[in-house]
């Protein structure tokens, strides 16, 4: 089957993009590393032999970020990710119950200083479906840092504008002292994401 032509000109954007070839060139698996370093720099989110949970790791260029700053690391993602050296990875659902235990028992007793997701459902093409799956993984993301984040901790998450946002942000105001919209430079002009940013949880959502 030959490739579409919107298939074609993402290809040809992705190509060209400036951010890919930056991160080509820093050894970054994706461009994404570059937003959260933005917003890491902006916010001071992660120093050295802080605990950071990567939350949709694949394809790991947050974890390597984190990483690269000093940070311990635990990933997870239902997709398979390449070894990093000094990220330890889980290879599984969120939404699954028995995944969470697992993620919880490789966490012990140790509180993250800071959680970052940047989840998203597999795109079925059908707007309102895959927003609402993309909210319900913020919402578990948002549960999970809230009742595993050390006091003064941090959660940042990757949240598309659209039907059920401001619910969300609603409830992330709830959850944290203070709230904060990010929109780094390597994010595209026309996608929908933002990045919201809590800091202090207020309390928890579910008994943990």
């Avoid at 999970?144 to 959660?155: C, D, I």
């Amino acid at each position: 089957m030959k490739p579409s032509r919107t298939s074609k000109n993402w290809m040809r954007e992705h190509v060209n993009d400036p951010w890919v070839k930056l991160a080509k060139a820093q050894g970054y698996r994706s461009r994404a590393a570059f937003k959260l370093e933005e917003i890491s720099r902006r916010d001071h989110l992660i120093r050295p032999g802080a605990l950071v949970i990567d939350l949709g790791s694949t394809p790991g260029g947050w974890s390597q970020f984190a990483r690269r700053e000093g940070a311990d690391v635990v990933a997870l993602d239902i997709l398979d990710m390449d070894p990093i050296a000094g990220v330890t990875f889980i290879q599984g659902d969120f939404t699954e119950e028995a995944v969470l235990r697992e993620l919880e028992n490789v966490l012990g007793n140790r509180k993250p200083d800071l959680v970052i997701s940047d989840m998203a459902p597999n795109i079925s093409g059908v707007t309102v479906t895959d927003q609402a799956r993309s909210i319900y993984l913020c919402e578990l993301a948002l549960d999970f840092a809230v009742n595993w984040l050390k006091p003064g901790g941090q959660f940042l998450v990757k949240v598309f504008q659209g039907q059920g946002y401001p619910e969300y942000l609603a409830l992330m105001r709830d959850s944290f002292e203070t709230v904060a919209t990010r929109k780094p430079k390597a994010s595209r002009d026309r996608s929908s994401e933002v990045y919201l940013l809590g800091k202090n949880p207020r309390k928890k959502l579910t008994s943990g």
